[in-house]
């Protein structure tokens, strides 16, 4: 929802600033504008990777299609990175044929209905990395735990905040811009602003680029995410150590792989009642979509440390 409703605002604004900047001729509203549009074209790539990435696992397909949406991210990343090399070359023309711009209360008001536009969707986007990494956080603490915890987001959430996060930024820039070159002589401060515009899109590409291709690979989860499966399965008093335990990430959901201890003394068909029940208390948490667990009897050794003995 959160890269729908992006690509909706970012359309709008790319719109109305791409008339403002043919009206005006100002670098820093074409250099802003093509930063929407590129952020609006990402964003309805996201959502439509978002949706195919929501698929159920199927016999060919049995872990899901959650890295769907790292692919989609990845071709977005190539749109971004694309809309920089012009938004950078057009800055560079700029300080080398500086033009005049008009135009200055139309552009005034494109920028800032832009930079609350953007304003608006970087906080639903921060609001929902807050409620995917499962946070507590109301008011002003939503940005300061937004920032923190923007690792466990899913993979569309990250990359709609980091693009807004540089668009509210660039919006700000062109509005300071377009200000300083028609209150005073400083021309080239309009291919200044459009290159440093440029420069936070390949920025933008680089972080969501990285995050994708270690998704595209296979990454293991964040430690909390580990404890909280720990803690599922020692909720079953009949566990007694965990042997081994891998969590992969996968988009925005996890697979448990692991080996549990059971009491020493157990029936076979007792032991199996107690995996399965583990396995579907692992199941019932919404952001674990696949578990493998494998069973022992309790070898007398400790494996697992508790996060509090740590």
Known sequence: MSSASAAIGNTFIAIVKGIAAALTGNGAMFASTMHSVADAVNQAFVFAGSVLAEKKPTRRFPTGFGRVINIFCMVAVIVVTIMAYETI?????????????????????????????DGVVLYKAMKEIVHEARVHAKGFAVVRAAFANVKRAAPPTRLVFYEDLVATTGAVLALAAVIVTSLTAFAAMDGVVTIAIGLLMIVVAFRVGYDNMVGLIGVSAPQDIEDRVAKIIFSDHNV????????????????????????????LADADDIKFKVRDALLRDPDIT??????????????WTPVESR
């Open 290 to 303: 696949d578990v493998t667990l494998g069973i022992i009897e309790d070898n007398g050794v400790k494996n």
């Open 89 to 117: 070359r057009e800055g560079i023309h700029l300080l080398q044929h500086p033009v005049i711009a008009s135009g200055f209360w139309l552009n005034l008001i494109v920028l800032l209905l832009s930079i609350v536009v």
């Open 240 to 267: 007694t150590d965990i042997y081994q335990l891998r969590v992969l990430q996968e988009g925005r959901y996890y697979h448990v792989d692991g080996m549990i201890e059971l009491k020493q003394g157990l029936s």
